[in-house]
Every structure is written in structure tokens, then in C-alpha cells.
């Protein structure tokens, strides 16, 4: 079966999902515009038997694994679709009470209670990434800096949150996908640079196809390091549809570009094509490592 990706447009959120080759679905974390709900849309295209459902014979499709890179409300605002049912893996940070403090300074009061309401909703028994055995042929991982360490590089209260954000890379049919959170500049740079786990990050972090910006494509997320390193062909990313800040380096030499139709593309952005990006890749050919992309943007 094919792999495919989408990055949802959610107005300023960020939502991403995987259809993996054995037809399970990921979300990597749950931001929802007022219109639009991404995790009651995957549930949409998984079903098998929508008039079984509709009778109640058959239960709401479930979420094989989910991720919340950060306890910001614009990346958890549809954690309510995604807990009922609950997927069967589920990542988040894990925070301590001087993170939550940080959370709630950096956010606004209807953020606040959603957040909340969010912390008190975790329940125990998730299994962790590192246990999940069948992606059905894709290949998950996932790494972020502990909050001490997010913490210890100082900044705002926004960006010591934002900086122990989960970074996913998903390899699967000869392309490889890095979601990088809101991971800021310095914590970029600590990551690839430290002596203790700086080489696990550059390989990490290599040889990438698709790159979903940091920070929304800000340039607070910008990382020369992390760029050089990627060399993605292209870097997608989540922003509002009146958004002026997606930083210009997105969309220069580093970065190589894709010929999608019969345009040219370094940066793709929801607010530049005003909606929904998704690509399907097709099982390799034999004798071939990749698959074909088809984009839908």
C-alpha cells in the first residue's frame, strides 16, 4: 500500500498525519482551525463501514499512534477528537511543574483551561515510541531535549516551552520526513553542537526530503545547522492565513527544490496555497530504493 502525508491547514496550528503502508494512521500533534477538526477528518478517511457506524455496530476508527510535540494550546487544540477513542501509542513531553508554569505564562487564558483539561485527560499505559514494533514499512523516530535542558538555555517562558519540543523523522519507501516542533535557534544549535548526544542529533536530523519548518517557519526556529545538515529538498509549513513571518532562508539555494506539476518549489506554506498539503508515495519499483511522490497541494 502507498504512504501518506499530510500537514493540515488549521490556520495557525499545526496538525500532521501519516497513512502508514499497513493502513494505521499517526497524528503528530492535534491543532484544529474553527472549522475544521484534522483528527475527525483521518477518522473520516479510515473508516471501513460508515453506515456501521452509523447504526453503532462498529466503534469510531482509532488512532494507531499520536504525538503532542508541546503543551502549547495551537498544537493540542483537537486533543478532545483524539482521545475518544484513544490512539494506542501516545508521546508527549514529559514535563514537570516548572514547565507547566512556563506553559501558563506563555498562554492565553482560553488556552490555559484547554491545556489543563488536556493534563488532566492523560492516562497511564501508553506504551512508548520506542516500543511500537510494526509501522506496517515506514520507520518512526523520535527525540527532544529533556525540559531541564530546555530550560537551562534560558530565553522566555514561550521559548523554554517551545524548545523541548519533540522532533519526529519518518523514513518510509526512500523519503524522509523531519516535523520539528517548535524547537527554537539555540535549542537547535545546543542539540547538534553538545558532547554528550550532538552526533545522535546530526544523524538525527540528515538527509532529509521534507522538512516541516520549525516555530511555524519563524525565524525564531531558523537553525543554520540543522539546515546544512537536513539539505531538504523542500520545507513545508503550518502557518496563518495572515502570517507575514515565514523566514526567507526557507526558500534559498540550500534547500533544492521540487518540480511539483509544472512549478518549482523550495517552500510550500498552507498560507501560500491556501489549504490542505498532502503527498502519497508509491511502493518502489523492483530493483529501486524510492518510491514515486504524488503531490495534492
Same mark, same amino acid.
Not at 57 to 69: F, M, N
Not at 130 to 141: H, M, S
Given at each position: 500500500?502507498?504512504?501518506?502525508?499530510?500537514?493540515?491547514?488549521?490556520?495557525?496550528?499545526?496538525?500532521?498525519?501519516?497513512?502508514?503502508?499497513?493502513?494505521?494512521?499517526?497524528?503528530?500533534?492535534?491543532?484544529?482551525?474553527?472549522?475544521?477538526?484534522?483528527?475527525?477528518?483521518?477518522?473520516?478517511?479510515?473508516?471501513?463501514?460508515?453506515?456501521?457506524?452509523?447504526?453503532?455496530?462498529?466503534?469510531?476508527?482509532?488512532?494507531?499512534?499520536?504525538?503532542?510535540?508541546?503543551?502549547?494550546?495551537?498544537?493540542?487544540?483537537?486533543?478532545?477528537?483524539?482521545?475518544?477513542?484513544?490512539?494506542?501509542?501516545?508521546?508527549?513531553?514529559?514535563?514537570?511543574?516548572?514547565?507547566?508554569?512556563?506553559?501558563?505564562?506563555?498562554?492565553?487564558?482560553?488556552?490555559?483551561?484547554?491545556?489543563?483539561?488536556?493534563?488532566?485527560?492523560?492516562?497511564?499505559?501508553?506504551?512508548?515510541?520506542?516500543?511500537?514494533?510494526?509501522?506496517?514499512?515506514?520507520?518512526?523516530?523520535?527525540?527532544?531535549? !529533556?525540559? *531541564? $535542558?530546555?530550560?537551562?538555555?534560558?530565553?522566555?517562558?514561550? +521559548?523554554?516551552?517551545?524548545?523541548? #519540543? &519533540?522532533? %519526529?523523522?519518518?523514513?518510509?519507501?526512500?523519503?524522509?520526513?523531519?516535523?520539528?516542533?517548535?524547537?527554537?535557534?539555540?535549542?537547535?544549535?545546543?542539540?547538534?553542537?553538545?558532547?554528550?548526544?550532538?552526533?545522535?542529533?546530526?544523524?538525527?536530523?540528515?538527509?532529509?526530503?521534507?522538512?516541516?519548518?520549525?516555530?511555524?517557519?519563524?525565524?525564531?526556529?531558523?537553525?543554520?545547522?540543522?539546515?546544512?545538515?537536513?539539505? !531538504?529538498? *523542500? $520545507?513545508?509549513?503550518?502557518?496563518?492565513?495572515?502570517?507575514? +513571518?515565514?523566514?526567507?532562508?526557507? #526558500? &534559498?539555494? %540550500?534547500?533544492?527544490?521540487?518540480?511539483?506539476?509544472?512549478?518549482?518549489?523550495?517552500?510550500?506554506?498552507?498560507?501560500?496555497?491556501?489549504?490542505?498539503?498532502?503527498?502519497?508515495?508509491?511502493?518502489?519499483?523492483?530493483?529501486?530504493?524510492?518510491?514515486?511522490?504524488?503531490?495534492?497541494?
Amino acid at each position: 500500500m502507498s504512504f501518506d502525508f499530510y500537514l493540515f491547514d488549521v490556520n495557525g496550528g499545526q496538525c500532521a498525519a501519516t497513512k502508514l503502508p499497513n493502513g494505521k494512521w499517526c497524528i503528530f500533534d492535534a491543532g484544529k482551525s474553527a472549522d475544521f477538526s484534522p483528527v475527525l477528518h483521518v477518522r473520516g478517511l479510515a473508516w471501513t463501514n460508515p453506515l456501521a457506524l452509523l447504526a453503532g455496530l462498529e466503534q469510531p476508527p482509532g488512532l494507531y499512534k499520536a504525538t503532542i510535540s508541546h503543551l502549547h494550546g495551537d498544537h493540542l487544540a483537537d486533543w478532545v477528537n483524539l482521545f475518544n477513542p484513544l490512539p494506542s501509542y501516545f508521546r508527549t513531553v514529559n514535563y514537570d511543574s516548572e514547565y507547566l508554569r512556563d506553559v501558563v505564562t506563555s498562554s492565553s487564558p482560553d488556552s490555559i483551561s484547554l491545556i489543563t483539561r488536556f493534563c488532566q485527560s492523560l492516562q497511564t499505559g501508553f506504551g512508548a515510541t520506542t516500543l511500537i514494533t510494526d509501522y506496517g514499512g515506514a520507520n518512526v523516530r523520535e527525540m527532544g531535549l !529533556p525540559v *531541564t $535542558v530546555a530550560r537551562a538555555l534560558g530565553g522566555s517562558a514561550n +521559548s523554554r516551552v517551545n524548545n523541548a #519540543s &519533540i522532533v %519526529s523523522r519518518i523514513d518510509c519507501y526512500g523519503t524522509s520526513i523531519l516535523i520539528c516542533g517548535d524547537m527554537e535557534t539555540e535549542a537547535w544549535d545546543f542539540a547538534l553542537t553538545n558532547s554528550v548526544d550532538g552526533a545522535v542529533w546530526s544523524q538525527f536530523v540528515s538527509h532529509i526530503d521534507i522538512l516541516v519548518a520549525p516555530h511555524h517557519g519563524h525565524a525564531s526556529g531558523y537553525s543554520t545547522k540543522l539546515m546544512r545538515l537536513a539539505s !531538504p529538498k *523542500t $520545507v513545508l509549513s503550518s502557518v496563518a492565513s495572515r502570517d507575514p +513571518s515565514v523566514d526567507s532562508r526557507y #526558500s &534559498i539555494d %540550500s534547500v533544492s527544490g521540487l518540480k511539483i506539476g509544472d512549478k518549482f518549489y523550495r517552500s510550500i506554506t498552507t498560507r501560500s496555497i491556501g489549504g490542505h498539503i498532502s503527498f502519497s508515495i508509491s511502493p518502489p519499483a523492483p530493483g529501486s530504493a524510492k518510491g514515486t511522490r504524488t503531490w495534492s497541494i
